[in-house]
């Protein structure tokens, strides 16, 4: 099977939480899958992830005096092939956040727009199956002057961050596995405090936000019209302090998070373009991050630039 | 043609991120290079201020140095000149932090324990909660909760004993009169700024020798970590060339000794009694239904005994306990007044949709869990301005002293208003009020941080008038910030604030008979 007719027809986007804080990918930057040129896809994501045990440093507790922590977001993405090998993508997650109990109040906002160049240098049959990768880079930045010392009912940690990431992916028949590994650079923060405590006292508004690797790795099934997949994601702090007992968490904590789930997405086959996707997944292990169980549903659709009526790209016609 | 454009970005990209990791993040603190301390005046007249607790500058007996030109002393001198010769990276480092002012440092030091212990204990299995304690600090909870007035305390008591302990180094420096060791002989090099200060005994280990002291009373757990402090403080002056050895170990025991008045006095000012007993915090609750008020109750889950409902029975340091009676306002107006609905209102109204300017006036001023508190704020504020007038270190304690005695007397009078008419918090009134910052665990009327700023400010206003305006209005914003942030009644923080001023008006007087101005 191509891939590349695939990729076009199946092109959609997700989410996957990884931390208390709420944190939106869109999972175009994370998977094997490039638009096809001069299409453009576009769609909404509304996600939901709530936790009610949290890691303390290494320590699992709940809080009484919080409850339930959720956050919702309703995101926009949208990825533009400008060539079959390379793609531009963009997303912006308008977020809430709320605590069932305790006094504490939510907070709600737009948060950080992400843009992503996602390039395929690659691309090979090897053995039976084909093996591709690519190199993605991406930059996020707060869009507005939400507060990020607030944990854990921030939206965000409101870090400007500069990503990179090699993924590589091999499909055999309609089966496939991607993994990826990604370095985020993330610069400091400047919060409303004059001063603060990590492991010292620290007199400055300035705060060191420790960078941050991820891995991940995705199996699945992939055809023309089914995705179905299931994802495994490492995410880790290269730094930063622990939770002192009992006390708020900071935006420069040590995290680290283990998550699993699973991600569906449907192309429908009466109209053209229009995708539905779906998905779920549950923290398993962490560190100063909240044990979150995440949902998200969203719907897209492909803008084809090529010509009305003309139906097959270059691609396709391979 | 596009492709290539974007290939090139996607690898700028990626180089920008790796330069960029290479680059340090590292946060410097406001006061981590400033200059060395060189005072304008050195306040030589200093031995004669009034003391705090001591009762003469020469209680404790600072012995006669030996002579500048005797063999002990030439030693003395060449242990300098030996350390001088090969100095580390290290070495120069902790001359270059503590050479910007004692005073200034072990304040810096202390806000950072307060900051590190100020945390409420976590619950017990049954929903009580465990009460830190002194006999065993070390257990957890860890001994202090050092929360806003603990530290109020702290702050004052080694404040005042630097102070004093500081009036009574001046008045042997006078008394004895011996050069710094780079003015006896030359190829001493001097690494910190000359003075004409006699240096012995030597101020620096004055201050280092109150501190380590005081720890056993405040801060228990950490007297490994302050000592080693100490030691870094007391060879950085060897080092530097501004102390010899006999003068660091006269200064050591003579501040170690003005401790122990302090220490005295604190263990009868009535604080070991502040946290009370379970029947006690129901007869709160008794008292309120039997006047026919709705009593505070902890807005915590599980509900938390109240933050050291006795400390308003704690003895102050400027005025004596009937003052504190005295000093206590009025009743706040009835819950169930028209102004108590419009109040309860306003606070509701505040919270809505908070504006973001709101939502930092609050942050600023939250100073909650794991921070300094408010009186470690108020500090934060006075040395960054005091460091701007090149005190001496004498003048530096002095006006510490009477900052953070006006705060521990703030908080005295204010927690014996707060437990007096143990009135509820805005959320306890209507619970759908949501608050910016945590609520904390004691009563409404008077608001802690009005308490606190205003008499902060008052005391600060008159050490430096051309900032009385620029403190006036901080306090104001301080105390505003409890109203925004929903944790607060309107009344509580107006007339916190005044009572504040009430208080800060014992300092004024105190300050201008202290033989300092």
Redo the contacts between chains.
Sequence with gaps: MNKHIINRLALACALVLTLNVAQLHAQTDEDAIMMAKKQFCIGGMYSRGSWKNYWEGTLKRNNLNLGTVSNQMLGFMGTYGVTEKLNLLVNLPYATTNASAGTLHGQKGLQDLSLWVKWMPLEKDLGNGTFSAYVIGGVSFPTTNYIADYLPLSIGLHSTNLSGRLLLDYQLGNFFTTVSGTYVYRNNITIDRSSYYTTEQINSNKVDMPDVATEQLRIGYRSSHLIAEAIATNMNTLGGFDISRNNMPFPSNKMYATTIGVNVKYTLKKVEGLSLIGGGGYTVAGRNVGQSTMFNAGVFYILDFNGIGKKSSKAAKK | M??KI??S???L??T???I??ACS????????NIAALNPTNIDLAAGNWKTVLLTRPDTFLVAAPAATNSPAYVAELNEIKGAQRSLTYEQRAAIKYWSAGSVLRWN??L??LV??HN????QNEDGSYPIPSSANPFN??QFPFSNPPYAARAYAYISAAQYDALVAAWHYKGLYNRPAPYKVDSSVNALVPKTVLPSYPSEDAVLAGTMVAMMSMLFPTEIAYIQQKVTEEEYSRIWSGANVRSDIVAGEALGRQVASVFIARGKVDNVGKAVGTPAQWQQFVTNALANGKTPWYS????ARNPMLPFFGNVKPFLFDSATVVALRPGPPPAENSDEMKKETAQAKNY?TN?P?EN??IV??W?DG????TPPG?WN?IAASDFITQNYSEVRWARNMALLNMTLMDAAIVCWNTKYYYFTPRP?QVDPS????T??PNFPAYISGHASFSGAAATILGHILPAKAAEYTAMAKEASDSRMLS?IHFLIDCSTGLQVGQNVGGYAIKRAQADGAE
Excluded: N
């Design positions: 596009m492709k974007f290939l970005l996607t690898l990209a990626l920008a991120s790796i960029l990791v993040k590292k946060v410097e603190g406001v006061t981590d810096e030091i806000r950072g900051a590190k945390l409420p204990p976590y957890y909870p807005l915590e889950a599980p919270i908070a973001r939502m930092r942050q600023f939250a869990v794991g921070t300094y704020h934060a959320t009020i949501k608050t910016l945590g609520v929903g």
